[in-house]
């Protein structure tokens, strides 16, 4: 029976994860913020700015990074973000704890559709970027930068799950938009961080979006990955890990305030 | 909830435990939050085959008594077994089955693939076909959840219940939004279910539901069991009877004063007395000299058993 329960687990989480899946590929808001809006973007910028160089890449291969990471970075937050506050003031989370399924294997699949639902996003700028941008890289490289952009969304699908846990599902939703534009800005998707005066440039170097944008950059010319940066994208996954599990363990407290209401008038 | 910590005790699949044939036991159980305590050495037992009501005032625990059975959480004192084991390690075999209250189901699936999700997850789940029978969706299965009227919703959270072949079935205000036929027709699935073996324990607003579809009655008031037995048990317990008359001008503190007389509300010019002597009552009030008007003396229903019981009738 032991052996059992690990095999059973995939299982279900396949089975959640694939639920889930199908609810995110009809929701058409969704697919218009993460595929539609960062792949627009892409073409609306490039045909400006395509000829231009950004640093030391072509401004073709900075957007092609940049707008990816964007609709990543926004897949990920709203995979658990508003998404899960809805779910938990619904109950149905409530309805899923009462079956089988443990907390552990409800986590993990959460985590792992939050990279799922990043991917429709990175393909289709990445299709922008190789047939109308004309960015070229080799097989492997588009390889190396799509996985990059695929798992280094897990910090930020950690973020969703936080804002997913401890807000309401009327401040989860602009709270989701609000990190989106401020990780985006700060992390220089919209203009290179070089931009930005000198004096904040460190801060902003230590977002998680800064490094997911840099990483890129090196593996879509080649260069090899900067081993600090690479911490700092997984240094922010086990933190933000970390608090995701604590707040997970603390969620119980809201019975003490239910029953504090109901006994009011008495 | 973590399936790999086996005890010693018991682990057969099919939930017989040392205790023979319990679905639910409650030994003592205490559960504080902070300063305000829940649940007050609460003790129950639910067999399996069993239909039982959960009645109680909002706040009398009802709501925390359900999240010990469920495993969703820990009692302070005393113990909580479901199935001959801990709860959510019957939860976590699947042997548990759970309707929960205000359960909205999640916006862009089908009624089909929420049923096949949830069917997923049990071991031991019941077939598709079988179970869009049993809870009368099968012309619905193709529908968005977010569509369903109330109603039609509600059976699907009894089909997310029945997914597992529970052998202790929770039921939290089961039948709020279905008409009466879809009452009678989840009643009678509910009396099909729990002849074969499966402890069905609910909770209900509708008195007369309890009456009807429960074998016993649990009445928890305040984190305490005021009382349980039968339907008619319970009716019995608030003895006396139930006098009610239009009477201008009635003075609650004078009523209280006649012979008998345990409960008095009044609306207006509408007196509802509970006495113990309804004879010399009657007779005291005409004598009170105000012009009282349909009269009428009956029996203590369920209703006004559960009031006086709890203490929420007195006006």
Redesign the interface.
């Known amino acids: 029976?032991?052996e059992g329960?690990e095999s059973?687990e995939v299982?279900?989480m396949l089975?959640?994860i694939r639920?889930e899946v199908?609810?995110?590929l009809?929701?058409v808001r969704f697919l218009g913020f993460t595929v539609a809006v960062p792949a627009l973007l892409y073409l609306l910028l490039d045909g400006i700015y395509g000829g231009d160089r950004v640093g030391e890449v072509a401004a073709g291969v900075y957007l092609l990074v940049a707008m990816a990471a964007y609709g990543a970075i926004g897949a990920a937050l709203s995979a658990n973000g508003a998404a899960l506050a809805a779910?938990r003031a619904?109950?149905?989370l409530?309805?899923l704890?009462?079956?089988?399924?443990?907390?552990?294997a409800w986590l993990a699949a959460r985590l792992m559709l939050a990279l799922v639902a990043v991917a429709p996003g990175v393909l289709a700028v990445s299709l922008c970027a190789g047939v109308v941008g004309h960015v070229e890289l080799s097989p492997a490289r588009w390889l190396a930068l799509d996985g990059l952009l695929l798992l280094g969304s897990l910090p930020f699908g950690l973020l969703g799950m936080l804002v997913g846990l401890l807000l309401d599902a009327q401040s989860a939703q602009p709270a989701q938009v609000l990190l989106l534009m401020l990780l985006s800005f700060a992390g220089g998707l919209f203009f290179p961080v070089s931009a930005f005066p000198s004096g904040v440039r460190p801060v902003l170097e230590s977002l998680p979006s800064y490094h997911l944008l840099s990483l890129g950059e090196q593996l879509a010319i080649g260069r090899p990955p900067a081993l600090d940066q690479l911490a700092g994208l997984v240094g922010s996954v086990v933190l933000l890990g970390a608090l995701a599990l604590v707040v997970w363990r603390r969620s119980?407290r809201a019975?003490?305030e239910?029953?504090?209401r109901?006994?009011r008038p008495? | 909830?973590?399936?790999?910590t086996?005890g010693a005790e018991t682990?057969g699949m099919n939930g017989r435990g040392p205790g023979g044939e319990e679905a639910a036991v409650f030994e003592g159980v205490v559960k504080r939050?902070?300063e305000?305590v829940?649940l007050d050495h609460l003790s129950f037992r639910v067999e399996r085959g069993e239909v039982v009501a959960l009645l109680g005032p909002?706040?009398a625990?009802k709501?925390?008594a359900i999240?010990l059975l469920?495993g969703?959480?820990a009692p302070d004192a005393g113990r909580v077994r479901v199935l001959g084991t801990a709860p959510a390690r019957a939860?976590?075999?699947?042997r548990?089955?759970?309707m929960?209250?205000?359960?909205?189901?999640?916006?862009?699936?089908r009624v089909g693939?929420?049923l096949?999700?949830?069917r997923?997850?049990?071991?031991e789940a019941r077939g598709r076909e079988e179970l869009l029978e049993l809870a009368d969706l099968t012309e619905l299965r193709g529908r968005r959840v977010e569509t369903l009227s109330g109603g039609q919703a509600q059976r699907v959270?009894f089909a997310?219940a029945l997914a597992?072949r529970p052998r202790l079935l929770?039921l939290d205000e089961p039948t709020a939004g279905l008409d009466v036929e879809s009452r009678r027709r989840f009643w009678a699935t509910v009396r099909a279910v729990a002849v074969d073996g499966v402890g069905v324990l609910f909770t209900t607003h509708y008195l007369d539901e309890a009456d009807a579809n429960a074998d016993r009655i649990l009445v928890l008031d305040r984190g305490r069991l005021r009382r349980q037995g039968t339907p008619s048990a319970i009716r019995a317990a608030a003895s006396g009877r139930i006098i009610r008359c239009s009477l201008a001008g009635a003075d609650p503190d004078r009523l209280r004063r006649l012979p008998g007389v345990v409960d008095v509300v009044v609306h207006g010019e509408e007196v509802t007395m509970r006495s113990t002597d309804a004879d010399r009552t009657v007779g005291a009030l005409y004598a009170l000299g105000g012009e009282v008007r349909d009269l009428l003396v009956s029996g203590v229903g369920l209703e006004d058993a559960f009031l006086a019981l709890t203490g929420d009738g007195v006006g």
Do not use: K
């Open positions: 029976m032991i329960d059973t299982t279900e089975a959640y639920f199908i609810r995110i009809r929701n779910e619904s109950g149905w409530r309805q704890r009462v079956t089988p399924l443990s907390d552990r119980d019975g003490a239910r029953l504090r109901a006994r008495a | 909830m973590c399936p790999g086996a682990r939050y902070g305000v829940a909002n706040g625990g709501s925390t999240d469920l969703l959480r939860v976590a075999e699947g548990v089955g759970g929960l209250q205000s359960g909205a189901l999640p916006a862009g699936a693939e929420v096949d999700l949830v997923a997850l049990y071991p959270h997310l597992g929770f």
